[in-house]
């Protein structure tokens, strides 16, 4: 009989060990669970505020780059190789723009003005053209310091954006291969412009992770609107690959 006893103590203590096993086992695994459940949480919370970021550098950079291709524009017109036909061109609409707007003051408040008024007005524009025109290397190397520091306000703000970008949308761009801009674009409801889009995955096309099908438009030299109005006829043939 005590031997018999012993033998069921043993066997109950072997049993309350196994449940307490599996207690801490079923206690182990919750642990582990809620921790991959919080871990998904922060990860997508962190992605989240990443996107918020690109979206944000995003608009930077597009203002950017508007006011930089608005600078350029200037500066060809106005200081390119055929500028001094636009100056004296505009000189000439500003003889005309004065001589009406004394014709209008003499008729309207009725003021006479003699023929030398006339040539004194005259004269006087005349020169504040030729000191404007001496100055226009002056005032062009004013532009082109201005072009020169919007550009490397563009570029960073550029490689700021393809910095957030490797933890956000080239993941989810590899994760969705093949993909089309088109589908891209509507995957962020709009909220990235085509052509940035089209700029960040170039990089990538560039490093040889992503495989461009079709065609490759250069939207790095066309005015924003311009880039976004033809990649936009484009957008559903051009379809990314990933290669990793």
């Given at each position: 009989?005590?031997?018999?006893l012993?033998?069921?103590d043993?066997?109950?203590?072997?049993?309350n060990?196994?449940?307490i096993?599996?207690v801490?086992?079923?206690h182990?695994?919750?642990?582990?669970?809620?921790?991959i459940?919080?871990?998904?949480?922060?990860?997508?919370?962190q992605?989240?505020?990443?996107?918020e970021?690109?979206e944000q550098r995003?608009?930077?950079?597009w203002?950017a780059?508007?006011?930089l291709?608005?600078?350029?524009?200037?500066k060809i017109?106005?200081y390119?190789e055929?500028?001094?036909m636009?100056?004296?061109?505009?000189q000439?609409?500003?003889?005309v723009?004065?001589a009406?707007?004394?014709?209008l003051?003499n008729n309207?408040l009725?003021?006479?003005?003699t023929?030398?008024?006339?040539?004194?007005?005259?004269?006087?524009?005349t020169?504040i053209?030729?000191?404007?025109?001496?100055a226009k290397?002056r005032?062009?190397?004013?532009l082109?310091r201005?072009?020169?520091?919007?550009?490397?306000v563009?570029e960073?703000?550029?490689?700021e954006m393809?910095?957030?970008?490797?933890?956000s949308?080239?993941?989810d761009?590899h994760?969705?291969s093949p993909?089309?801009?088109r589908?891209?674009h509507?995957y962020?409801d709009?909220?990235?412009?085509l052509?940035?889009?089209h700029c960040?995955?170039?990089?990538?096309v560039?490093a040889?992770r992503l495989v461009?099908?079709?065609?490759?438009i250069d939207?790095?030299?066309?005015p924003p609107?311009?880039?976004d109005d033809?990649?936009d006829?484009?957008?559903?043939?051009?379809?990314?690959?990933?290669?990793?």
């Amino acid at each position: 009989m005590p031997s018999m006893l012993r033998t069921e103590d043993i066997h109950n203590e072997n049993s309350n060990v196994e449940d307490i096993n599996i207690v801490e086992d079923i206690h182990n695994e919750n642990s582990r669970a809620k921790t991959i459940r919080n871990a998904h949480v922060d990860n997508s919370q962190q992605r989240t505020k990443l996107y918020e970021l690109l979206e944000q550098r995003e608009q930077c950079w597009w203002q950017a780059r508007q006011q930089l291709i608005t600078q350029k524009e200037r500066k060809i017109v106005w200081y390119g190789e055929n500028s001094l036909m636009m100056w004296l061109l505009w000189q000439l609409v500003g003889y005309v723009v004065v001589a009406m707007v004394l014709m209008l003051l003499n008729n309207v408040l009725d003021i006479s003005l003699t023929l030398w008024h006339y040539f004194a007005l005259f004269v006087l524009q005349t020169v504040i053209f030729i000191f404007m025109l001496a100055a226009k290397g002056r005032t062009a190397s004013t532009l082109q310091r201005k072009i020169d520091k919007d550009e490397m306000v563009r570029e960073e703000t550029f490689n700021e954006m393809a910095i957030l970008a490797e933890d956000s949308l080239y993941p989810d761009v590899h994760v969705n291969s093949p993909i089309s801009l088109r589908q891209l674009h509507e995957y962020f409801d709009g909220r990235f412009h085509l052509a940035t889009l089209h700029c960040l995955l170039q990089k990538e096309v560039d490093a040889g992770r992503l495989v461009l099908g079709e065609q490759q438009i250069d939207a790095k030299i066309l005015p924003p609107d311009l880039a976004d109005d033809e990649l936009d006829e484009h957008a559903s043939e051009m379809i990314y690959k990933s290669t990793l």
